[in-house]
């Protein structure tokens, strides 16, 4: 059974970098046709799609957090990662990460299967 | 403001027959297949429903799901106190090199 684990700190300062990993475990981040992604939902507010990476390191990232999100893998770890950079208290939220199945027949499709559990990060000084 | 449309909330009795409904455009829905979400509170989301109205191994067939244009609906049949929770849809939308669009979620509660 695939499982995701986020991890990182939980509290950031405002203008610091978020940074936060996922490690797959139960199956290979290396699998074709999967993508690795970020999902994030604010505290009582709905899910926002963070970005989105290939195991050759191709990504797609969401147009209003593009300037300053990175998304990296490392396959040797089975890990995926996620930095956010000038974090504000608007940046507070859970912070998901899944696996993604992405492609494209008469249309894109796409889903999100396995999920983390979560983690919340909070933006404070 | 999110760009997929959803009512913000939904309601029905048990065993009753409700639907979500969930809005696009041309460049998302009217392009690509949809996806529904169920939120327990405080878990996960889980995948209900993918590529319109297919439905994972393990979800009951009391969910469904259709896509027509620009819009989408999920329903839900025989509706169940443990189907409380929030609901999401979600496409891919073709715009700006693509991206991962959802809708603000439905809370649905049984009465």
């Known amino acids: 059974q695939l499982q995701l684990q986020e991890s990182g700190p939980g509290l950031v300062k405002p203008s610091e970098t978020l940074s936060l990993t996922c490690t797959v475990s139960?199956?290979?981040?290396?699998?074709?046709?999967?993508?690795w992604g970020w999902i994030r939902q604010p505290p009582g507010k709905g899910l926002e799609w963070i970005g989105s990476?290939?195991?050759?390191?191709?990504?797609y990232y969401n147009p209003s957090l593009k300037s300053r999100v990175t998304i990296s893998v490392d396959t040797s770890k089975n890990q995926f990662s996620l930095k956010l950079s000038s974090v504000t208290a608007a940046d507070t939220a859970v912070y998901y990460c899944a696996r993604h199945l992405l492609g494209y027949s008469y249309g894109y499709f796409h889903y999100f299967d396995y999920w983390g559990q979560g983690t919340l990060v909070t933006v404070s000084s | 403001q999110s760009v997929l449309t959803q009512p913000p909330s939904a309601s029905g009795t048990p065993g009753q027959r409700v639907t979500i409904s969930c809005s696009g455009s041309?460049?998302?829905?009217?392009?690509?297949?949809v996806n529904w979400y169920q939120q327990l509170p405080g878990t996960a989301p889980k995948l209900l429903i993918y590529?319109?109205?297919q439905r994972p191994s393990g979800v009951p067939d009391r969910f469904s799901g259709s896509k027509s244009g620009t819009s989408a609906s999920l329903a839900i049949s025989g509706l169940q106190s443990e189907d409380e929770a929030d609901y999401y849809c979600?496409?891919?939308?073709?715009?700006?090199?693509?991206?991962?669009?959802f809708g603000g979620g439905t809370k649905l509660t049984v009465l």
């Open positions: 590529s319109n109205n």
């Open positions: 990476i290939y195991y050759s390191g191709s990504t």
């Open positions: 041309s460049s998302n829905i009217g392009s690509n297949t």
């Open positions: 979600a496409a891919w939308d073709d715009s700006l090199n693509g991206q991962v669009v």
């Open positions: 139960g199956g290979s981040i290396s699998s074709s046709s999967y993508y």
